[in-house]
């Protein structure tokens, strides 16, 4: 499932770390690829060129800002910081989530870009959305931890009952700080490894959960 990810860079380099959240130093899934399906009928739902943060929803974690400084040279983005909390043993665990409202019911590519803030702690982060298919809810997410600990992509439920199809994603998105690098995910792609007879409707959400990163050009392609 690692191979559907797709990531661009501005620079290819190699980074040894130290790990809050843990490290294997592979930096082979790191790819420069030359260009995003950069043109008019892809839909943007976050620019921040506005200046503006109210499409966004915290569900943990704090304010979110808008900067300045955005990728391929634009003039912002949206940071958002991680939010630390103890559990009932006294682990420590990053349990910020921020969500984006949105709704597409004919582009089922997500693509944005992203870029850590440069620091020497580490965290584990989830980026995902929620979709509607014909046999109800669904949570796609894409987790470092699961690639930290060499888990395969695995299938639970929130809220209950709603499936969460959950798939490792690079820790090269933790290691690495301070570069802009792109994300594109297929959804009905990574859908289908658990449902293959199931298709997308909808794409209603989009949500982030980590922090100390900026987020920009986040949006819904056709192939």
């Not at 998105?173 to 959804?187: E, K, M, S």
């Amino acid at each position: 499932m690692k191979k559907n990810i797709y990531i661009t860079t501005i620079i290819l380099f190699m980074i040894s770390t130290f790990a809050a959240c843990g490290s294997d130093n592979r930096t082979d899934r790191v790819v420069e690829l030359d260009n995003y399906n950069i043109d008019n009928s892809d839909s943007y739902y976050e620019t921040a060129e506005d200046g503006s943060t109210h499409r966004w929803e915290i569900k943990s974690g704090w304010e979110i800002e808008n900067v300045e400084g955005g990728a391929n040279d634009s003039d912002r983005s949206i940071f958002f910081r991680r939010k630390w909390s103890e559990d009932e043993n006294g682990n420590l665990k990053n349990d910020s989530h921020y969500e984006l409202s949105l709704y597409n019911d004919y582009q089922f590519i997500l693509e944005l870009d992203k870029k850590k803030k440069s620091s020497n702690r580490q965290y584990c982060l989830t980026i995902g959305v929620k979709v509607d298919t014909y046999e109800g809810e669904r949570y796609l997410s894409f987790n470092t931890f699961y690639d930290k600990e060499n888990m395969e992509a695995d299938i639970q439920t929130l809220d209950g009952d709603i499936p969460e199809m959950v798939f490792p994603l690079s820790m090269d998105y933790v290691n690495i700080g301070g570069i802009w690098t792109g994300l594109r995910f297929d959804l009905s792609q990574y859908l289908h490894q658990f449902e293959p007879n199931n298709e997308i409707t909808a794409v209603t959400a989009f949500y982030f959960q980590g922090g100390d990163d900026y987020l920009d050009n986040i949006r819904l392609v056709s192939e």
